[in-house]
């Protein structure tokens, strides 16, 4: 089986930082993309930041110059600093990647249980 956990959210003012992680675990033998969407209620999930197969980065417009996305390939991890916070940004941030499982050949796209940012005063 393959898991994603992610750890780092909370409440942090207009302004603040964050940075949030997001650890890949099993039988993994290649992860082909990796990334961030979140979530705000009554809003539908969206691509915040991810790496694409070949590396690259994809950032939403409205988090470009603010956030960043990082990884640690021999962790199987991935990460999300997030600079200048707006209440905006306040949602349910969630990891995901496809994965190509050892012993298979096709991927599969797996999530994590999300983490909560919520950014007010």
């Known amino acids: 089986q393959v898991q994603l956990v992610e750890s780092g959210g909370g409440l942090v003012q207009p302004g603040g930082s964050l940075r949030l992680s997001c650890a890949a675990s099993?039988?993994?033998?290649?992860?082909?993309?990796i990334g961030w969407y979140r979530q705000a209620p009554g809003k539908q999930r969206e691509l915040v930041a991810s790496?694409?197969?070949?590396?690259?980065?994809n950032y939403a417009d409205s988090v470009k110059g603010r956030f960043t996305i990082s990884r640690d390939n021999a962790e199987n991890s991935v990460f999300l600093q997030m600079n200048g916070l707006k209440p905006e940004d306040t949602a349910a941030y969630y990891c995901?990647?496809?994965?190509?499982?050892?012993?298979?050949?096709?991927?599969?796209?797996?999530w994590g249980q999300g983490t909560q940012v919520t950014v007010s005063s």
């Open positions: 099993g039988s993994i033998f290649r992860i082909n993309t």
């Open positions: 995901y990647a496809d994965i190509i499982r050892s012993g298979t050949i096709f991927s599969s796209p797996y």
């Open positions: 790496f694409t197969y070949s590396g690259s980065t």
